[in-house]
Antibody, heavy 122, light 112 residues
Framework: QVQLQESGPGLVKPSQTLSLTCTVSGGSISSGDYFWSWIRQQPGKGLEWIGYIYYSGRTYDNPSLKSRVTLSVDTSKNQFSLKLSSVTAADTAVYYC??????????????WGQGTLVTVSS | QSVLTQPPSVSGAPGQRVTISCTGS?????????VHWYQQFPGTAPKLLIY???NRPSGVPDRFSGSKSGTSASLAITGLQAEDEADYYCQSYDSRSSGSEVFGGGTKLTVL
């Protein structure tokens, strides 16, 4: 079981870019056995998959976010990151990073960070 | 509107059996994609409860079970306990557009 920890600003202004980093410990991002995911949860709402990245840098993201998502990975630091551009109040949410096992036809998220609340407000 | 449809709430008395449904379509569950279930307590991260339709990770009691048929999946909880009161989410993959992991809208389980 790995540990994941999100970090980044808790307050972002509208139209700016939200940036978060997830630090992985207890396992290597470069192991190649997993995708590394971002998932968010708006206040009082359900879970929304944002996207995931492989250690090679190959990314997959949610089409509903209309290309506002940029995912990156830094294997030397065992970290992966999320950038979400042109944010609005609707992007206010708890953002989770998670490890995704892709050994089945849909990826299961077996380890999660504790989540970090990002508020979009001027 | 979630791609996977769950009832907003279910309830049951201690010791009873409850089921939570997750209804999809031919582009996700019905297309053969696996379903996973998560349990979430207020203020905490979700926890994987069932994976690959019916498998339990180590440490999950066998009171929890999953099944899948056609375009739907179900989570069953037997011998309901007060500590089971939580939100439950299903997740699968949807092949429409360029593909996406998708979650159900979540179901709040209340233990009466």
């Amino acid at each position: 079981q790995v540990q994941l920890q999100e970090s980044g600003p808790g307050l972002v202004k509208p139209s700016q870019t939200l940036s978060l980093t997830c630090t992985v410990s207890g396992g290597s991002i470069s192991s190649g056995d997993y995708f590394w995911s971002w998932i968010r949860q708006q206040p009082g709402k359900g879970l929304e998959w944002i996207g995931y990245i492989y250690y090679s840098g190959r990314t997959y993201d949610n089409p509903s976010l209309k290309s506002r998502v940029t995912l990156s990975v830094d294997t030397s630091k065992n970290q992966f990151s999320l950038k979400l551009s042109s944010v609005t109040a609707a992007d206010t949410a708890v953002y989770y990073c998670a490890r995704a096992d892709y050994s089945s036809s849909s990826s299961r998220h077996d380890d999660w960070g504790q989540g970090t609340l990002v508020t979009v407000s001027s | 509107q979630s791609v996977l449809t769950q009832p907003p709430s279910v309830s049951g008395a201690p010791g009873q059996r409850v089921t939570i449904s997750c209804t999809g379509s031919s582009s996700n569950i019905g297309g053969g994609y696996d379903v996973h279930w998560y349990q979430q307590f207020p203020g905490t991260a979700p926890k994987l409860l069932i994976y690959g339709n019916r498998n339990r990770p180590s440490g999950v009691p066998d009171r929890f079970s999953g099944s899948k048929s056609g375009t739907s999946a179900s989570l069953a909880i037997t011998g309901l306990q007060a500590e089971d009161e939580a939100d439950y989410y299903c997740q699968s993959y949807d092949s429409r557009s360029s593909g996406s992991e998708v979650f159900g809208g979540g179901t709040k389980l209340t233990v009466l």
